[in-house]
């Protein structure tokens, strides 16, 4: 079954580029890998999708290894708004049913 | 703002109870996911339906069901409740079958209390 890992938590400061890393050794061949940002309260909220290499937007880049058992999801310049739990989303399988699978998500502080 | 309506936002019941959580869907999206979110679990997938039909399922309870209607709304049944049900339920839709293929869109997340 595929698992996400990734930190529990991270700190950082305003203006600094932020890294979190998740990992997923047992990603499906034709799995994306999508990240989330969560606010308090609030449902999750798509941030970038990629399958290899690298995929930029205007919020975040995303950064997949050749072997795509992990991923990246860089942050440039965080804000204090950027504040916000981050999971990464891939997929599971269970009786030939695809699940969308959460992991437990990264608890990102940014600091002034 | 996602386009998914999720109803009600805030339910306090009592143990033993049962409630219904109500979902509609972006205009146009044709599956429907429900997760739990609490402090210990995380987000935990319980169910997709896809256009009315049952796709995946998750760490669903026995005591807990749900539907997808014609009109593509869902709702989703918690029985005989326990002070452990509580948490945050919230909905999400996609015009994929597959999210892999696509993004998720989450609505704001019914809360539930049971005392």
């Known amino acids: 079954l595929a698992k996400t890992t990734q930190p529990i938590s991270m700190d950082s400061y305003e203006g600094q580029e932020v890294n979190i890393t998740c990992s997923h050794n047992n990603i499906a061949t034709n799995d994306y890998i999508t990240w989330y940002q969560q606010f308090p309260s609030q449902g999750p909220r798509f941030i970038i999708q990629g399958y290899k290499t690298k995929v930029t937007n205007e919020v975040a880049s995303l950064f997949i290894p050749a072997d795509r058992k992990s991923s990246t999801l860089s942050l440039p310049r965080v804000s204090l708004s950027d504040t916000a739990v981050y999971f990464c989303?891939?997929?599971?399988?269970?009786?030939?049913?695809?699940?969308?699978?959460f992991g437990r998500g990264t608890s990102l502080i940014v600091h002034p | 703002d996602s386009g998914v309506t999720q109803t009600p936002k805030h339910l306090i019941t009592a143990t033993g109870q049962r409630v219904t959580l109500r979902c509609s869907p972006r205009?146009?999206?044709?599956?429907v996911y429900w997760y739990q979110q609490s402090l210990d679990q995380g987000l935990q997938f319980l169910i997709q339906y896809y256009n009315g039909e049952e796709r995946a399922k998750g760490n669903i309870l026995e005591r807990f069901s749900a539907q997808q209607f014609p009109d593509l709304h869902s709702e989703l049944n918690l029985s005989s409740l326990e002070l452990g049900d509580s948490a945050l339920y919230f909905c999400?839709?996609?015009?994929?079958?597959?999210?892999?293929?696509?993004?998720?869109?989450f609505g704001e997340g019914s809360r539930l209390t049971v005392l």
């Open positions: 999400a839709s996609s015009v994929y079958d597959r999210v892999n293929t696509g993004e998720l869109f």
């Open positions: 205009s146009g999206d044709l599956s």
């Open positions: 989303l891939v997929g599971d399988r269970a009786g030939g049913s695809y699940i969308p699978t």
